[in-house]
């Protein structure tokens, strides 16, 4: 299960103790990835150095609203602080106005600037309809994106089955989907994977190994 998880703490209010602690978490039970904001990074790949726990981190978090020249100039900061994977949210507006052209510019944009390093595209499905979730993730999949994010976990409605798999439909059997916002237990962790999830995003990642170990 370990394989699978991005320990993760985003709050606003986070301490360097905690971080320094999720940190030490994620080395010693060998979760894939820690979650942090751009501020922790540097911190995080000092604490994580040689261990082999990815260093996620998020941009235009959590509205995605941001122009994309910001988001831009982000993704660079993060790389440069030693971010091995990238969150990015998606222009949530430009989805609902239906300004795919947009969308996709913004995207190519964000690709060609992560030179190769992973970004994890976050679509925010609970504020977006069925039909928006499947464009958003086929135009995604068309840009040449193989990784696709459910939520930020600041919104009322996070993770769910059903955007999974809408979103898991829309691509190629490979792509890879992330699933995060509201998961606590192993039980929906188990729920999120057999509906095709392959990476969960949760800060109860502790919590959850206790439940598998026990």
Request: hydrophobic share 45%.
């Amino acid at each position: 299960m370990q394989e699978f998880i991005d320990h993760t703490n985003l709050r606003a209010d986070a301490r360097r103790d905690e971080i320094i602690k999720l940190c030490q978490e994620a080395r010693e039970y060998g979760f894939k990835a820690v979650c942090v904001n751009p501020y922790y990074v540097e911190l995080a790949s000092l604490e994580l150095a040689a261990s082999g726990v990815e260093i996620a981190t998020v941009i235009g978090f959590p509205l995605g609203q941001n122009t994309t020249a910001v988001k831009v100039f982000e993704l660079k900061e993060a790389l440069r602080s030693g971010a091995t994977e990238i969150d990015a949210v998606i222009n949530i507006a430009a989805v609902k106005d239906g300004d795919w052209e947009y969308y996709q510019e913004e995207l190519h944009q964000l690709k060609k600037a992560a030179c190769g390093v992973q970004i994890k595209l976050i679509l925010e499905t609970g504020l977006l309809t069925s039909k928006e979730i499947a464009e958003a993730s086929r135009l995604a999949v068309e840009c040449g994106y193989d990784f696709l994010k459910t939520s930020t976990g600041y919104q009322a409605v996070g993770a769910t089955i059903e955007a999974v798999e809408i979103m898991k439909a829309a691509g190629p059997e490979n792509l890879q989907i992330k699933a995060a916002g509201g998961i606590r237990d192993l039980a929906s962790c188990r729920k999120f994977i057999e509906a095709g999830a392959t990476r969960i995003g949760t800060s109860s990642a502790v919590k959850i190994m206790s439940e598998l170990q026990n």
